[in-house]
């Protein structure tokens, strides 16, 4: 494989000296299966840069090439991954909605030239992995530890974390008991579930049973965090006032509707809202929601995405649109723009993407839609879990 590898990036070099050229970039995310509307909110936004921005860099044109990945499977990442350099001679990977998928790729990059554009997974220690590994989404550091704050400010003694288990649950929950407990809160009890859960029952009578005044949670946006929260109610923890606490993963846009009114109230803190009110954002939200085809489909991934393409453009245009890996993460270093979702600057160092999050609030608009009513800022924050990564 390393031959192959080595193969291909010499014959994409020697095809990249002279003329017009197209620029692949190999796009792995799940466009199947359970988690199948995070792929469509890649493509959306992928689309949206696209269509708002052309298809074109300089005289070489942009050609994405997907491929689909159902479920975090890191063996299926790596060969998908190695399938794109090796066979469509990509010369950049994004999307990566998993992180045990990224980090299964962070390996392949040095040895293939290509720089990877990590548009969701969201654990700190991925920008670690490698020196080619840039991150327009964000993590769960970023996102948790503002709700330890929120929970601090409103006097919440005591909290129980529940969290998937896997690198972001153990992030999310981290970061929050830290921050919590530095700030004189106490974690009555931490709990970490399989990733394949569906039954919460259980769950929600440990969170009864712990004498926490919140309950903290974090599970990957799809299936099971519309399942979580349904479960949060009908198990009678919001009737008994037990606060419910999390980043915005548990209330994506596209799980509302099917919430409805049980979810109003429901605090989570984030970095983007599909009602973030700029004209940056609803220029974008337009041209999204036409690519989604069905806006209340429209959700947080598809920001990372469009982001994310700004971001390889820039790598094409600094690069003359030849294979540099190196290159053309040093020509984004330091890149700063307006983005649908607030001011944004890519670190120097870390090569992550420090930004706004917001404490949002489930709301319901005059036509009966819901939606995620920013309520708070916590500006510029970079990722306070990059030292914990270390």
Request: hydrophobic share 45%; proline share 6%.
């Amino acid at each position: 494989m390393k031959r192959m590898l080595l193969a291909a990036v010499a014959a994409i070099a020697l095809s990249g000296t002279a003329g017009a050229e197209t620029i692949k970039v190999g796009v792995v995310g799940p466009f199947s299966g359970p988690f199948a509307i995070q792929g469509k909110n890649f493509k959306a936004g992928i689309d949206a840069w696209m269509a708002l921005n052309g298809a074109k860099v300089g005289d070489d044109d942009v050609e994405i090439v997907y491929r689909d990945l159902p479920a975090a499977n890191p063996a299926q990442a790596k060969a998908l991954a190695q399938d794109l350099v090796v066979k469509e001679s990509v010369q950049y990977l994004a999307g990566f909605y998993f992180t045990p998928d990224a980090m299964a790729v962070t390996p392949l990059l040095e040895q293939a030239n290509v720089p990877m554009v990590i548009m969701n997974a969201a654990t700190s220690a991925i920008v670690t992995k490698s020196p080619l590994v840039v991150r327009t989404s964000f993590t769960l550091w970023q996102t948790s530890v503002p709700m330890a704050k929120v929970a601090t400010a409103r006097g919440i003694k005591k909290v129980i974390t529940v969290v998937s288990d896997y690198g972001p649950g153990v992030d999310a929950e981290t970061a929050f008991s830290t921050t919590f407990k530095a700030d004189g809160g106490e974690i009555v009890e931490s709990v970490r579930m399989p990733l394949s859960t569906t039954d919460f029952s259980p769950i929600m009578q440990r969170v009864k049973d712990s004498g926490a005044e919140a309950v903290f949670a974090f599970l990957p946006s799809g299936p099971t965090t519309l399942g979580f929260l349904k479960s949060y109610n009908e198990n009678g923890l919001k009737g008994a006032g037990i606060q419910f606490l999390a980043p915005g993963d548990l209330t994506q846009e596209s799980d509302l509707p099917a919430l409805g009114d049980t979810a109003l109230g429901v605090t989570t803190t984030f970095h983007y809202s599909v009602a973030h009110d700029s004209p940056e954002n609803k220029k974008f939200v337009e041209a999204a929601r036409a690519a989604i085809g069905n806006p209340a489909e429209l959700s947080f991934p598809s920001v990372g995405a469009y982001d994310g393409m700004r971001v390889i453009y820039k790598m094409i245009e600094a690069t003359g649109g030849r294979q540099d890996a190196a290159k053309a993460v040093d020509a984004v270093k330091g890149m700063a723009w307006e983005s649908p979702r607030g001011p944004v600057s890519i670190d120097p160092e870390s090569r992550h993407l420090t930004q706004n999050i917001y404490l949002r609030e489930v709301a319901k608009a005059a036509d009966g839609t819901y939606y995620n009513k920013e309520i708070q800022t916590f500006a510029n924050m970079a990722d306070p879990g990059l030292a914990a990564a270390k």
